[in-house]
């Protein structure tokens, strides 16, 4: 099951997205294997492609805060089905998540997909492929 406070804190969070041009408000939630958690909502820009997802802001505040392992992850936004993760964010989760690690994608009505890093970004780039 999944975790039902990591989903509460996605969905509140999408709240304080910035979201000006597209008007579709994300949220996310990262809990670390310590048990704190870090929420995530995108934030936009007037220049277009600078703008973040709320995934890579949650990633990105754990990482900036020192955490670096991590247990779970739920992503919500007002969809029809569970909102997928851009493919930047995968790839950004793919460099930080275990292949294991469980994702959940939700929408507003409920609707929700658990997911593991593996299924999705298989066979992603990664670290080891730089050696
Ligand atoms: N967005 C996210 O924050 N996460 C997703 O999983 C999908 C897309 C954002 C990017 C942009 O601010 C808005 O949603 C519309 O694409």
Same mark, same amino acid.
């Given at each position: 099951m999944p975790n039902k406070q990591l989903? /509460? /804190?996605?969905?509140?969070? !999408?709240?304080a997205a910035?979201?000006?041009?597209?008007?579709?408000?994300?949220g996310a939630a990262l809990r670390t294997k310590s048990g704190r958690i870090f929420t995530g909502c995108n934030i936009e820009n007037a220049a277009y492609p600078?703008?973040?997802?709320? /995934?890579?802001?949650?990633? #990105? !505040?754990a990482i900036s805060e020192g955490f670096t392992d991590f247990d779970e992850m739920a992503v919500a936004a007002d969809t029809d089905?569970?909102?997928p993760p851009c493919?930047?964010?995968?790839q950004v989760m793919?460099? #930080?998540?275990?292949k294991d690690m469980p994702i959940t994608l939700t %929408?507003? %009505?409920g609707k929700t997909k658990i997911v593991t890093m593996q299924e999705l970004l298989p066979f992603s780039f990664e670290p080891?492929?730089?050696k």
């Amino acid at each position: 099951m999944p975790n039902k406070q990591l989903i /509460e /804190e996605a969905k509140a969070i !999408k709240d304080a997205a910035y979201v000006p041009y597209s008007k579709f408000p994300v949220g996310a939630a990262l809990r670390t294997k310590s048990g704190r958690i870090f929420t995530g909502c995108n934030i936009e820009n007037a220049a277009y492609p600078v703008s973040c997802c709320a /995934e890579r802001v949650a990633i #990105f !505040k754990a990482i900036s805060e020192g955490f670096t392992d991590f247990d779970e992850m739920a992503v919500a936004a007002d969809t029809d089905r569970p909102v997928p993760p851009c493919g930047s964010c995968r790839q950004v989760m793919s460099e #930080f998540f275990q292949k294991d690690m469980p994702i959940t994608l939700t %929408n507003l %009505n409920g609707k929700t997909k658990i997911v593991t890093m593996q299924e999705l970004l298989p066979f992603s780039f990664e670290p080891e492929d730089l050696k």
